[in-house]
C-alpha cells in the first residue's frame, strides 16, 4: 500500500558528510511524521531524528548540532544531512513514516524502507 525508497548511503571519512533522502508513494492520504532509525548488528532500531508535518524536530542526542531532518510535504519526502561523520554513526538506516491511507481511513500505521548503508572509516 505505501512504500519508502531510500538513497543516498555510501563509505565516506571521517568529517565527511552524506545526505540520504526517502520518499514516499502509494495510496497516501496524509503523513503524519517520518524520520530515520539507525541499527547496527545484535541491536535494536533506535531513533536519529524525525519529522512532523508541522515541522517540529525531534534529534537524538548524539547527533545534535551534526544532523539536520528536512521534509517536503508536497513530495513525500525527507531528508538527513548528516555532517561531521564519525566512525560511530556507521549503520544500516532505515526511514519510517507514520501513514494513512486512502483506503483505510483513520487508521495509521508505520511503514519501513529497505535500509541504507553508512559507513564512515578511514
Known amino acids: 500500500q505505501v512504500q519508502l525508497v531510500e538513497s543516498g548511503g555510501g563509505l565516506v571519512q571521517p568529517g565527511g558528510s552524506l545526505r540520504l533522502s526517502c520518499a514516499a508513494s502509494?495510496?497516501?492520504?496524509?503523513?503524519?511524521?517520518m524520520g530515520w532509525y539507525l541499527q547496527v548488528p545484535g541491536k535494536q532500531r533506535e531513533l536519529v531524528a524525525d519529522?512532523?508535518?508541522?515541522?517540529?524536530?525531534n534529534y537524538a542526542d548524539s547527533v545534535k548540532g551534526r544532523f539536520t531532518i528536512s521534509r517536503d510535504n508536497a513530495k513525500n519526502t525527507v531528508h538527513l544531512q548528516m555532517n561531521s561523520l564519525k566512525p560511530e554513526d556507521t549503520a544500516v538506516y532505515y526511514c519510517?513514516?507514520?501513514?494513512?491511507?486512502?483506503?483505510?481511513?483513520?487508521?495509521?500505521?508505520?511503514?519501513w524502507g529497505q535500509g541504507t548503508q553508512v559507513t564512515v572509516s578511514s
Open positions: 519529522i512532523t508535518s508541522g515541522g517540529r524536530t
Open positions: 519510517n513514516a507514520l501513514v494513512s491511507t486512502a483506503q483505510a481511513m483513520g487508521v495509521i500505521r508505520n511503514y
Open positions: 502509494g495510496s497516501i492520504f496524509s503523513i503524519y511524521a
